[in-house]
């Protein structure tokens, strides 16, 4: 028997799931990644309940609000990429999108962080794309002479993670400072 097409969701449901991740969204920007799921409900005009069936764990919430902002960060990937830089230049630009996009809400680091090392994360896509695609500007570096050989695409994704959480905890921007250890871990 063949499958049947996928039905999509209701109206209502769709609505309910917009309404959640604008919420979420809202509050995580406020408040952080802790930001309580009732207060999102709440905000979003649903019951926990409905919440909690769209997104069953704090993980699958953060997760989708990411996926949109992995949106963001093909896009600018896409832009450094089309800029024409040195190889050097790109990856340090996209090295910077990187960590504003792991600098998005407070407390995401560390949600990255425990996606990458463990297996079953819903955050664990959102990475794995991160890092092919910092790859793929690495391994333009390395062609070039510009980035050091043997250096992989997930220890670099680590690294800006590192320097994300850095920043996190110092309550600031990752400053040049902070920038140029990073670079000065990658350049050849």
């Known amino acids: 028997m063949a499958d049947a ?19 979420a969204r809202a509050s995580f ?17 649903i019951g926990a309940g409905t919440l ?37 230049d790109a990856l340090e630009r996209w090295l910077d999108a990187l960590e504003d996009w792991m600098t998005a809400y407070d407390g995401l680091p560390e949600p990255l962080r ?3 090392a463990g297996e079953c994360s819903p955050l664990r896509s959102s990475c794995a794309t991160a890092i092919a695609r910092t790859g793929e500007f690495l391994a333009r570096a390395q062609e070039a002479g510009a980035a ?3 250096l992989d695409a ?19 921007a990752p400053g040049p400072e902070l920038r140029a250890l990073l670079r000065g871990g990658w350049a050849a």
Do not use: C, M
């Not at 069953?56 to 990411?66: C, F, G, I, K, M």
């Open 148 to 150: 050091r050989q043997g």
């Open 114 to 116: 425990a996606a990458q």
């Open 29 to 45: 920007a406020e408040l952080g990644l802790e930001a309580p799921l009732g207060g999102i409900a709440k905000a979003a005009g």
């Open 52 to 88: 909690y069936r769209h997104f069953p764990t704090r993980e699958d919430l953060v997760a989708a609000v990411l996926d949109e902002h992995r949106v963001d960060l093909d896009a600018r990937a896409a832009e450094v990429a089309e800029r024409g830089l040195d190889p050097a």
């Open 5 to 23: 097409p996928a039905r999509r969701p209701r109206r209502d449901a769709q609505r309910n799931r917009a309404a959640i991740l604008e919420a």
């Open 154 to 172: 997930e220890t670099l994704f680590l690294a800006a993670l590192g320097l994300a959480w850095v920043a996190e905890q110092s309550g600031t």
